[in-house]
């Protein structure tokens, strides 16, 4: 089972920062904050990923709370080809663990 | 060059019948993955191959047989397909992120549809 929980869908209009909010609670202190995102009939994109620091790359900023238990994902300048199903994913790194998809946040920029 | 490459993109079928879907990765990683996204999105785990070796086995049906010939290349072969079975199949390998960690890049699916 999913260890996150995001709301199902939000809506964002083009050029507007979008941000994406994400509960993880019983985040342990070996598990790290990844997000995806998997636009129409393609495959799921990995987006950034943090520990307790804030991220930013190319795509996306990601910002973590101090407790840990939540965090948010910010696109800052949301297109039309922002409109996508946002996962928020918890993943211990060890190993060979796998990502467990929760049902995500459909994203839906508009004009 | 696509990165992670499935074939093929669409397959229909009969029910009863045996399938294979087949999965390249050029990015010289060593751990491979097949997903399934059923009719509601749910995206879930299914296998897990590093270096041609099986780690993860989610709770299968015997039917699903993948196949690693080398660390590259990971098929997944479905024997007497039922109606369940049609969905999307996303095959993943891992590689190294910022950071030094590491994450997933997906292929860009197979539908299955059996009918």
């Known amino acids: 089972d999913a260890k996150t929980t995001q709301p199902p869908s939000m809506d964002c209009a083009e050029g507007r920062a979008a941000n994406l909010p994400c509960n993880h609670s019983?985040?342990?202190?070996?598990?790290?904050v990844y997000w995806y995102r998997q636009i129409h009939s393609q495959g799921p994109q990995y987006i950034i990923h943090?520990?307790?620091n804030n991220e930013t790359n190319e795509m996306a900023s990601l910002i973590i709370t101090e407790d840990r238990k939540s965090s948010t994902l910010i696109l800052p300048h949301a297109t039309l080809r922002d409109t996508a199903v946002y996962y928020c994913?918890?993943?211990?790194?060890?190993?060979?663990?796998?990502?467990?998809f929760g049902k995500g946040t459909m994203l839906l920029v508009s004009p | 060059d696509t990165a992670v490459s499935q074939t093929p993109k669409y397959l229909v079928t009969q029910m009863g019948n045996d399938k294979s879907i087949k999965c390249e990765q050029n990015?010289?990683?060593?751990?491979m993955y097949w997903y399934k996204q059923d009719s509601k999105k749910f995206l879930k785990i299914m296998f897990s191959?590093?270096?041609?070796?099986?780690?993860i086995n989610e709770t299968v049906p015997n039917r699903f047989s993948p196949k690693s010939p080398d660390k590259a290349h990971l098929n997944l072969h479905i024997n007497s397909l039922e109606l369940g079975d049609s969905a999307v199949y996303f095959c993943?390998?891992?590689?190294?992120?910022?950071?030094?960690?590491?994450?997933?890049?997906f292929g860009p699916g197979t539908r299955l549809t059996v009918l």
């Open positions: 943090g520990l307790k």
């Open positions: 191959y590093n270096n041609k070796e099986l780690i």
């Open positions: 993943a390998s891992n590689g190294l992120v910022a950071g030094g960690l590491d994450t997933q890049y």
């Open positions: 994913i918890v993943r211990p790194v060890s190993g060979y663990s796998t990502l467990t």
């Open positions: 019983t985040i342990s202190g070996n598990e790290y």
């Open positions: 990015l010289g990683h060593d751990t």
